[in-house]
Every structure is written in C-alpha cells, then in structure tokens.
C-alpha cells in the first residue's frame, strides 16, 4: 500500500509541477505575441505614413515637373519672339542703309560748318567711304623700268605713263584698253615737260598734271601743268626745306601727290630726323596750302601711302620684299577709328610697289610692280562715325 500512496503523492506533485511550467510558458508566449502584434500595428503604421508621405511627395514633383515644363515653353516663345524682332530690326537697318547710303559720296550741306579745311567748299560732296578690302586683282602689261608709276585721270580716262624715277617725258595713251593692247609705249602720245619730274608722286586730275620738281640745289617745287595746252600753270614751293624722302622703301620719291575733287594732297618728310610722315591740303587751283597734318605714321618701312575719302593708307613692307600691307591710317576728319581701319594686305607679287595710285571714281589703286601695271579692284564701306 505505502508505494502506491507515494507513487500518486509524487505524480500529483510532479503534475501541479507540469502545469505551473506550462501556464507560464503559455503567459510568456501570449506577452510575447501581443508585443509583435503591437509592433507589427506599429509598422504598419509607420508604413501607411510613409506610403502617403511618399505619395505627396510624387504629387509635388509632378506639380514642379509641370511647372519646369511651362516655363520651358514660356522662355522658348520668348526666345523666338526675340528672334523675329531681331530680323524684322536688321531688315528695316537693311532698308533705311539702301534709303541713304546709294553713293559713295553724300551732300552734306548742314555739316560743312564744322569741317573745317572742306567747310570752305559749301555745296560740294562729302566723301563717307573707307576701304574694307581689296577685291580683284588684275595685271595689265609689263613696260618700262623695274620704277615707275602710272595713273588715268578720272575725268578724261586718259592713261598717263611715267617710266623710270625721274624725266622729262609722259606717255599718254587714250584709255586703259588702248595701253593694254598697244605694244610697249607704241600708240602713245608723248609730252615733254619744261622740267624734270622727280620721283613717283606725280598726279594727273581733270587735265592738269601734277609734279614734284627737284633740281640740283634748287629748293623742292610742285608743278600744275596743263596738259591740254602744254603749259605750266601754276607753281609753289615745296611747305619745307627738306629733300628727305617721304618713304623710306622708295628713296627717289622726296614727296608723293593725290588729286581728286576734294583737293590736292601732299604727303611729304619735314626733314631726316623726323620720324612720320606729314600731309597738306592744296587748293588743286591756286596750289595754295590749306591744312598741315602730322601723320603719325612712320616713314620707316613706308612703301607708298594714298589717299581715300581724306583717309591716308600708309603702305608698308620689308627691305626683303614680303607682302605689303596697310597698317596705318589717318583721317584728317578724325572719323575712321583704329578699330575700324581694315589691315589690308596686297597679293603676292613680283617685287614691291613702286607706286601706288588711287582712282575715286573707279574705286581702283593704280599700281607699278617691278615694271608690271597692276589694277587692284577695292571694295568699300561707310565711315561708322557718320
Ligand atoms: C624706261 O626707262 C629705262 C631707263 O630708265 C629705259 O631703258 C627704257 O627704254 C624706258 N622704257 C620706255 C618704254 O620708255
């Protein structure tokens, strides 16, 4: 009997044990299980928070998206609206330029006051041109010396030939056709002057020529002869006493003309040590001078200069000829600005200019290469400060 009572005491026991263990287990998992159950409502939470927070925020870059978008378009018809101001502008400045600038030279009556050496000219055109380029070139013939120099007057388009550095004599031919298909200075008219020409600078301009005479210690004089009756009409004296040459690549030109309606143009030296070249204004008719100008361009390395619209071109090079090219200008009006004065340079030729001489009415430069006679073929534009 006695181990029966035990075996049911010690089973009772060990079942009370048992379900104390598993009572707590129980309470255990159920704690542990509501816990994960408030944390999943938790997350779950959190994640529907950050699902709209995520769907706001693709609600306003889309918003934004849309904006950008707008303004693109915005800014790009306002980009083509400028553009289409910006062409109908250039079209009428392309205009109002075809309404006044049809001719190289415009009457400009209500500015003749302030010109100073042209206001005396009232009534006369104004020259508003400056070169932008040199456009053909055109070789016409070979004659004569390595020097010389050749010019058509404007007015009759009689083509005048001097050979050499310096003589009494002038080969007139009828046209430039007629000197380029004549052989050598055969069809020409010679003239003999009552004096030496000396140098390069002669001019020819509405049938008078102009030239420098330099005789052995005589001071230097510009000649007007009248090469319709054969006479000199008029003389002065040189505007100094100076024998210096205005260009140090061309020696034998002490002084160099341009005549055109403008008046009569001298470019000279006033003496050795002075480093740039001068320019005069002469009366064409008394020869008297008008106006003194001081370059400031430098005879060192001066080839030949001309003169266009009262703007000199001041033609350099090197002793071992290499291209010429203008690169100094001055304008005794003082309206061609350095910026806009082209760098011009010249074709690739034989030798260097010995001469260089400019037609206004042809727009042409006139020159001598090596006993060649060269047409340059110039392209204009206007003067900005007009
Ligand atoms: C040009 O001058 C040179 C000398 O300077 C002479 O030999 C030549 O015959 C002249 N030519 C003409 C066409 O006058």
């Given at each position: 009997m006695k181990p029966v009572l035990v075996l049911l005491v010690s089973t009772a026991w060990t079942f009370t044990g048992a379900q104390y263990y598993y009572q707590g287990l129980m309470d255990y998992l159920e704690n542990r299980l509501l816990a994960i159950e408030d944390r999943m409502q938790f997350w779950h939470g959190q994640l529907h928070r950050y699902h709209t927070e995520l769907q706001d925020f693709k609600k306003v870059t889309a918003q934004a998206m849309d904006g950008l978008k707008n303004g693109h378009s915005m800014l790009f018809k306002d980009l083509e609206g400028a553009r289409l101001r910006v062409d109908r502008v250039e079209r009428e400045m392309d205009y109002v330029e075809t309404q006044t600038s049809?001719?190289?030279?415009?009457?400009k009556a209500d500015k003749?006051?302030?010109?100073?050496?042209?206001?005396?000219?009232?009534g006369r055109s104004y020259c508003i041109e400056i070169i932008s380029g040199i456009r053909s070139v055109k070789i016409l013939k070979r004659v004569g010396s390595p020097k010389g120099m050749w010019t058509r007057?404007?007015?009759?388009s009689k083509v005048y030939v001097f050979n050499?550095?310096?003589?009494?004599k002038v080969y007139q031919f009828n046209s430039v056709p007629d000197f380029s298909s004549?052989?050598?200075?055969?069809?020409s008219r010679q003239i003999k002057l009552p004096s030496d020409w000396s140098g390069l600078g002669s001019a020819v301009y509405n049938g008078y020529l102009y030239y420098i005479k330099q005789e052995a210690g005589m001071e230097v004089q510009v000649v007007k002869y009248d090469l319709l009756s054969g006479s000199v009409s008029d003389t002065a004296m040189f505007p100094v006493d100076s024998h210096a040459a205005v260009y140090n690549l061309n020696p034998e030109t002490v002084a160099d003309l341009a005549a055109d309606d403008e008046g009569l143009w001298l470019l000279y030296a006033t003496?050795?040590?002075?480093?740039n070249i001068n320019l005069a204004k002469m009366?064409?008719?008394?020869?008297?001078?008008e106006q003194i100008w001081?370059?400031?361009?430098?005879?060192?390395?001066?080839?030949v200069a001309f003169v266009v619209c009262g703007t000199v071109y001041v033609v350099y090079n090197t002793r071992l000829t290499s291209r010429s090219r203008v690169e100094c200008v001055f304008d005794v009006n003082d309206m061609v600005i350095s910026e806009e004065a082209p760098l011009l340079y010249f074709p690739r030729?034989?030798?260097?200019?010995a001469s260089l001489k400019y037609n206004p009415e042809e727009k042409q430069l006139y020159g001598w290469d090596d006993g060649y006679q060269i047409i340059y073929r110039l392209t204009m534009k206007r003067k900005l400060l007009v």
């Open positions: 049809p001719r190289a030279c415009a009457n003749v006051l302030e010109q100073g050496a042209w206001g005396k000219k009232t007057d404007p007015r009759s050499g550095t310096t003589g009494d004549s052989p050598g200075v055969s069809g003496s050795d040590s002075e480093p009366d064409p008719a008394t020869l008297d001078i001081d370059t400031r361009c430098p005879r060192e390395n001066a080839e030729r034989y030798g260097a200019h």
